[in-house]
């Protein structure tokens, strides 16, 4: 290959889509991003960086003290990209995207953090997770932007706390388990207590309109009915009649 060939074929840059690209002549970045396309660069002199403008994810680390001065640990997923426009400013300041994600992005997620969950109770930050996210993402965005960072979406991965508050928590959990079961009992011991109550006031009734209803001509019409129609062979008692011994065989 000439070198006329070779010089040719240096002074062009292409550009792909989701692609920007900053040109350095003599080491220094020039004005202007180059976006997808045909570009030319001077040769030998210049070079070329690249940077990725499509979605881009990290898990960042975070830690921070709660309004309560718990210790709450969290992991976050951070989906964003560069903004095209500041990709020259990027190169100046910044430089690649490891540079980014580690300069900017996560200390910028360690102060957005602090600042979310600073505002409430550790409590609140484990119920109210949806309010902490809010927070912790507009902080974000606006810390970000003026990085031309881009913030797309977060996601909580993990969020911990202290051993201290874990173990609060589980023996909160227990106590309301063991008021709950103490509760359960209590209704329960009551609900039986009634139930005595209203049998035994059940039994009392039946006994008093079994006495109301007993009198001697219901109590002679049950014997009649009961009656089999034959006489005892030996009668007795302190009334009138006397002993009688009835030999019905011999009747006969």
Do not use: C
Not at 1 to 13: E, P, Q, R, T, W
Not at 18 to 28: C, D, F, N, Q, T
Not at 38 to 58: A, E, G, N, R
Not at 147 to 173: H, N, R, W
Request: aromatic fraction near 6%; charged fraction near 25%.
């Amino acid at each position: 290959m000439s070198i006329i060939a070779l010089v040719g074929i240096n002074a062009i840059v292409i550009i792909t889509p989701g692609e920007a690209a900053v040109l350095s002549v003599l080491g220094k970045a020039q004005d202007g991003v180059l976006l997808e396309g045909v570009h030319l660069k001077p040769p030998l002199i210049s070079t070329v960086d690249f940077y990725d403008l499509t979605v881009q994810k990290f898990e960042v680390p975070a830690q921070s003290s709660t309004k309560d001065l718990q210790q709450l640990t969290a992991s976050f997923a951070i989906n964003f990209r560069l903004d095209a426009s500041q990709v020259v400013v990027i190169r100046r300041t910044q430089g690649s995207l490891q540079n980014i994600v580690s300069k900017i992005i996560a200390p910028q997620t360690q102060e957005s953090f602090k600042i979310a969950a600073a505002r409430r109770t550790v409590e609140e930050a484990i119920t109210k997770r949806d309010e902490l996210k809010h927070d912790f993402d507009i902080a974000l965005s606006e810390r970000l932007a003026k990085y031309g960072i881009i913030i797309l979406d977060t996601s909580v991965v993990d969020l911990t706390f202290s051993t201290e508050f874990s173990k609060a928590v589980e023996e909160k959990q227990i106590a309301e388990q063991r008021a709950q079961r103490a509760v359960y009992i209590a209704q329960e011991a009551e609900q039986e207590a009634e139930a005595n109550v209203n049998r035994a006031k059940g039994q009392a009734e039946a006994q008093r309109l079994l006495r109301e209803t007993l009198t001697t001509e219901l109590l002679q019409k049950q014997a009649i009915d009961k009656w089999d129609g034959k006489f005892p062979q030996v009668m007795g008692g302190d009334g009138a009649l006397p002993f009688i011994n009835l030999d019905l065989s011999k009747t006969k």
